[in-house]
């Protein structure tokens, strides 16, 4: 049950984060015009606008599955994403089909976009409302975890691929290597969904007759403004220390790519193995004081850190530098799908979690890139460091006034 619903986030997210990993390298396919920041920001630009139609896909799949089921909801958002690695891998580039080349891409990542958009929610609600309530926070912290295992997955075969193609041949066609991979493990991953069981919360609510899926959604404005706001600050630090830090250590600290992915790798494997542990924490201290940690902490220590980071020729200090930017995200990801499927009651617990989370991640979290290399472009890069304090500031603020959801929970079954 877990695997499944893991194994298919964990891919997805494989599938969405390769595009940022081998950006490096396609770039130039479908944007030649300018220099390699300006080819960067185009490919960033796709990325968000890849975000910006994840809350249709939160909307469309959110209230499939709290209407049909969550099982039949995980199965869509698989099939899209499959749809769509597969496309990528095979899409014609500039020089072959000329600007038709760009439209394509930004075809395919919106399929993409539409999965990624509804697969969050159905995952949050289908894993919390699986798990017993005394262990909920370190089985549902595999959620929070499956999207950096992606990422580090995507960063490994990066590295695989660096050490025996050429550059040349990754520029020419070996960055479409990975998204061919991400399509057959997707095909892999939509089989094992259909043998998963539908989760018992759900099965008790399935006949029940109510309210539109709208308006009950309307009625809980409290909490979908603190995920919101929380998910603003928490997927902005996400992709500023996960996903444009591998760009940043080539771009502006200098560090060649093939250094900048192993520096990546390392940091987000210990990432990884810190999310059951803080899961187990949750479970213990309750949700709350990991979200305070993690604002509160992103607040005092961008500006600096990322400073640092800039100007350091050091491999170790841009590897320990890294390591405490992933981990104090880790506080983060490891409640994040938690505490919004504890905020809201079954019957709109999909499109509950997955609406608001992705309307705040496609304002945020996709334009990070984008906002993050335009201001290097406008020659005042370290504006973005004090964008990132100034969000999770405003966090910090919600995450101390919310009440704990581990302790006031609208998950009633054990």
């Known amino acids: 049950m877990i695997i499944g619903v893991s194994a298919g986030n964990l891919i997805e997210s494989f599938d969405w984060f390769v595009y940022a990993s081998f950006a490096l390298y396609f770039a130039n396919s479908f944007f030649p015009k300018g220099d390699q920041t300006a080819q960067l920001l185009d490919a ?69 976009g539409i999965s990624l958009g509804g697969e969050y929610g159905v995952s949050a609600a289908y894993l919390s409302e699986m798990a017993v309530r005394r262990h909920r926070g370190m089985w549902s912290s595999s959620l929070g975890a499956t999207p950096i295992i992606g990422q580090l997955c995507g960063l490994c075969l990066l590295l695989v691929l660096q050490a025996n193609l050429s550059d040349k041949a990754l520029h020419d066609w070996g960055w479409r290597i990975p998204f061919a991979i991400g399509g057959f493990l997707s095909l892999a991953v939509l089989w094992l969904r259909r043998g998963i069981e539908e989760t018992t919360a759900f099965a008790k609510v ?150 608001p989370y992705a309307v705040a991640g496609s304002l ?28 999770a500031a405003v966090a910090l603020v919600v995450s101390i006034a919310m009440r704990d959801t581990g302790k006031h929970s609208a998950i009633l079954e054990d």
Not at 68 to 89: E, W, Y
Not at 261 to 276: D, F, G, N, R, W
């Open 44 to 112: 960033a630009a796709v990325f968000a606008v890849s975000f910006m139609v994840r809350p249709l896909g939160a909307w469309i799949i959110g209230v499939y599955a709290d209407r049909v089921g969550r099982r039949a909801g995980l199965i869509l958002s698989i099939a899209l994403m499959t749809l769509g690695s597969l496309a990528l891998s095979i899409i014609p580039d500039q020089k072959h089909i000329g600007a038709l080349a760009p439209v394509l891409l930004v075809l395919v990542r919106v399929v993409q």
């Open 206 to 355: 399935a006949d029940k007759p109510g309210p539109s899926r709208t308006l009950a959604f309307l009625k809980h404005p409290r909490e979908t403004g603190i995920v919101l706001v929380i998910t603003a600050a928490g997927t902005l630090g996400f992709y500023a220390f996960t996903t444009y830090m591998q760009k940043f250590l080539v771009n502006t600290a200098g560090f060649s790519k093939t250094i900048a992915t192993e520096i990546m790798a390392a940091a987000l494997l210990i990432s990884v193995a810190q999310h059951p542990i803080l899961g187990a924490l949750s479970d213990r201290i309750g949700r709350k004081p990991l979200l305070i940690a993690y604002s509160g902490l992103t607040m005092v220590m961008a500006y600096p850190l990322l400073t640092v980071l800039g100007h350091t020729h050091s491999v170790l200090l841009a590897f320990v530098l890294v390591l405490v930017a992933v981990s104090v995200v880790s506080c983060y990801t490891t409640v994040s799908s938690l505490y919004k499927a504890e905020l809201f009651p079954t019957e709109i617990r999909s499109l509950g979690v997955a609406l």
């Open 364 to 391: 945020f979290g996709g334009t990070a890139e984008y906002v993050a290399l335009l201001f290097k472009h406008l020659g005042n890069e370290s504006g973005f460091y004090i964008y990132v304090s100034v969000t």
